[in-house]
Nanobody, 116 residues
Framework: QVRLVESGGGLVQAGGSLRLSCAAS????????MGWYRQAPGKQRELVAR????GSTNYADSVKGRFTISRDNTVYLQMNSLKPEDTAVYYC?????????????WGQGTQVTVSS
């Protein structure tokens, strides 16, 4: 089991920046990958950024060049040049195991609101 706690959301004007943090209840280096997802009202949850245990990263096309995922024993999402369409609840995700043993863990979510 892994407990995830997000922080850092809030209200920001378009063009501004926010940094989200996700603290895990155990070392994140025991996990396959960690990531940030978001869900806007009326839309499906979507991947924003992901980082594997080996340090490989991938991003949604809509955030490339603006968002950066990083980690120490906390996972961060630095969000720059924010747009109103980035408004959503952002969720931290952790994955462990493989195949039928794959497990996903989720944080409670943190609201990000970007005003125009």
């Amino acid at each position: 089991q892994v407990r995830l706690v997000e922080s850092g959301g809030g209200l920001v004007q378009a063009g501004g920046s926010l940094r989200l943090s996700c603290a895990a209840s155990r070392s994140i280096f025991t996990l396959n990958a960690m990531g940030w997802y978001r869900q806007a009202p009326g839309k499906q949850r979507e991947l924003v950024a992901r980082i594997t245990s080996g340090g490989s990263t991938n991003y949604a096309d809509s955030v490339k060049g603006r968002f950066t995922i990083s980690r120490d024993n906390t996972v961060y999402l630095q969000m720059n040049s924010l747009k109103p369409e980035d408004t959503a609840v952002y969720y931290c995700n952790a994955q462990e195991g493989y195949g039928l043993g794959l497990r996903d863990y989720w944080g409670q979510g943190t609201q990000v609101t970007v005003s125009s």
